[in-house]
């Protein structure tokens, strides 16, 4: 049996990347493509072009969907498109997706922070997770809340997330093994 994917990471980018714009490729572009020469490539494609590739990121996607909500939104965190221009404005801003999971995520957070907790700094704090770029002390200056604090939920939050990211890609690893073949 072929598989389709190395292993479930690639899985997952293919799925949350694939573009609905794609289409399958002409024979006449093919050709051209590849030449007509006697050292013309057949490709090494596996075809998930069209609706084969939207069916395949389908399934992908139907099975992150069955996952409890917590782990559906770390899957989602980490692998869904971060950015998407504005349909209103065009201006780019997080897209929808990831913007929908980061959003269950603060708020299923909640009570791993003991305190007063504002929603935008544990929003922070979850992005800094999945987005290592993301400044946590900017944001606490902006804020005004010590440092000390920051760093205190940064500990409990990250120290949840690594829990609940990890068995997220344990459950969708499991679900998706029929498609990949882990590298060994």
């Known amino acids: ?38 050292g013309a490539s057949n490709g090494r494609g596996k075809g998930l072009v069209a609706l084969d590739g939207a069916a395949q990121a389908g399934m992908i996607l ?20 971060r950015t998407a221009e504005c349909k209103c404005c065009g201006s780019e801003g997080l897209s929808e997706d990831y913007r929908n999971a980061i959003g269950n995520l603060r708020e299923l957070c909640s009570s791993q922070v003991t305190g007063m907790s504002l929603r935008i700094m544990r929003e922070t704090i979850i992005r800094a997770f999945y987005e290592r770029r993301i400044s946590i002390l900017k944001k606490a200056e902006e804020l005004r809340i010590a440092k000390s604090t920051v760093y205190d ?32």
């Open 62 to 81: 139907a099975e992150i969907e069955r996952l409890p909500s917590v782990q559906r939104a770390c899957i989602t965190a980490r692998y869904a498109i």
């Open 1 to 38: 049996m072929t598989t389709l994917f190395n292993n479930t990471h690639d899985a997952l980018t293919f799925a949350f990347n694939y573009s609905s714009q794609q289409y399958a490729i002409s024979p006449m572009a093919k050709l051209a493509l590849q030449g007509v020469g006697a």
């Open 153 to 184: 939920q940064k500990r409990l939050i990250w120290g949840w997330l690594s829990k609940v990211d990890a068995e997220a890609q344990n459950l969708i690893a499991d679900k998706l093994q029929v498609m990949v073949e882990s590298l060994v």
